[in-house]
């Protein structure tokens, strides 16, 4: 039962769990695991006191010796004020090692969580790919167009001679036929090159 008191202590939550993994550990667990033994030791204490003053005042009852009833008091007011201190002692450390933050300020006083989440970025490629006639085959560039850019869009350039776009990272060939969703796609179509929103418009943030 104490074993477990002691466990008890040292498993007590002092404050929350850091934010950042790469924080020091935590070097006043050992101290806290003294603490707990030392509390455990003051439990013992105190309920070894009471058996024995007990015992001795109902001895000093039976017997009508007054000088067992005294010593059962003297014993019992020892052993508390040992307890207390030792109790006091341990309490101390325990406070010490958590650095004080227990729950005991209000919730608008104690020291908030601050959690930093960090935005991916919109592209991780730096250049524009293109499919152009000669290089590549027409249904191949049909096929990009129709990916690349909203159905109705698609179904007007279908037949463009080339398509030039920005891949949203992190692949960044011609194989990927998503465009970062804040850059322009553009087509050539009627003897000139048109700029047209790509099918993933609404993901851009800007």
């Given at each position: 039962m104490f074993e477990g008191i002691a466990?008890?202590?040292s498993q007590l939550p002092l404050a929350p769990e850091p934010v950042n993994?790469?924080?020091?550990?935590?070097?006043?667990?050992?101290?806290?695991?003294?603490?707990g033994q030392f509390l455990t030791g003051c439990i013992v204490l105190v309920v070894i006191s009471a058996i024995v003053s007990v015992t001795l005042f109902?001895?000093?009852?039976?017997?009508?010796?007054s000088n067992a009833q005294a010593k059962s008091?003297?014993?019992?007011?020892?052993?508390?004020?040992?307890?207390?201190?030792?109790?006091?002692?341990?309490?101390?450390?325990f406070?010490?090692?958590?650095?004080?933050?227990?729950n005991l300020m209000p919730a608008g006083a104690q020291q908030p969580t601050v959690e930093i989440t960090k935005?991916?970025?919109?592209?991780?490629?730096?250049?524009?790919?293109?499919?152009?006639?000669?290089?590549?085959?027409?249904?191949?560039?049909?096929g990009a167009v129709k990916s690349l850019l909203s159905d109705e869009d698609s179904e007007k350039y279908k037949n463009t001679g080339s398509v030039i776009w920005l891949p949203k990272g992190p692949q960044c060939t011609s194989e990927n036929h998503v465009a970062d969703?804040?850059?322009k796609v553009e087509v050539y179509a009627g003897g000139s090159q048109i700029e047209v929103a790509p099918r993933n418009t609404s993901e851009c943030k800007n």
């Open positions: 466990t008890g202590f993994p790469d924080q020091s550990p935590d070097y006043l667990a050992g101290l806290r695991d003294f603490a109902v001895i000093g009852k039976m017997t009508a010796l008091l003297m014993w019992s007011g020892r052993v508390f004020l040992g307890a207390a201190i030792i109790g006091s002692v341990g309490g101390l450390i406070w010490g090692s958590g650095l004080g933050k227990f935005k991916p970025a919109k592209s991780t490629c730096a250049s524009r790919v293109e499919l152009g006639a000669g290089l590549f085959n027409q249904d191949d560039i049909a969703p804040c850059s």
